[in-house]
């Protein structure tokens, strides 16, 4: 999600996106539903996931601390009996997002879906985030995993179709 990166290369590349993919696997299964992205980072991806759901969209507040420890900030979000969709276009270690997923269970979300692009998921992070609350964690098949259920065919073949490839 960060396109200003093809400034740095020489070589052409295309950019493209899975959030569309992720958002409709899951869109029939929330009830009103908010979109968050964990940091103002992915706060694109939070829209692009809300557009196809139907719904508003945010992000939470991230400081990093050290570099393995982070702290989330409650944010107003009225996620209160909501179903709450979390987008990332990565998890690695799963810190963030399970600091996240607990917090949103304590101002009364109802569920806690997990989507991200890439689900590296270092060690127990896959244990982390379901300890944490998430009643799911779904991810694309970019880097295979037990949570990797969407596939990203559709979106490559449409860019190399639009690219005239």
Known sequence: ?????KSFFEVPFICGSA????????????NNPVVLSPDTGAIEL???AAQVIGCEYDYLEKTRITPTEIKVAPKNLHVEGRDVLIVDDIIS????????????KEQGAENVIVACVHPVLIGDALNKLYTSGASEVIGTDTFPSPVS????????LELLR????
Do not use: N, Q
């Not at 999600?1 to 990166?5: C, L, Q, V």
């Not at 799963?94 to 917090?103: D, E, F, N, S, Y």
């Open 1 to 5: 999600h960060e396109t200003h990166i």
């Open 19 to 30: 959030v569309k993919e992720l958002a409709s696997y899951v869109k029939d299964r929330l």
């Open 46 to 48: 939070a829209r692009e």
């Open 93 to 104: 270690t799963g810190g963030t997002v399970a600091t996240a997923i607990r917090m949103l």
């Open 149 to 156: 259920k969407v596939s990203v065919d559709r979106v490559i």
């Open 162 to 165: 639009e690219s005239g490839f």
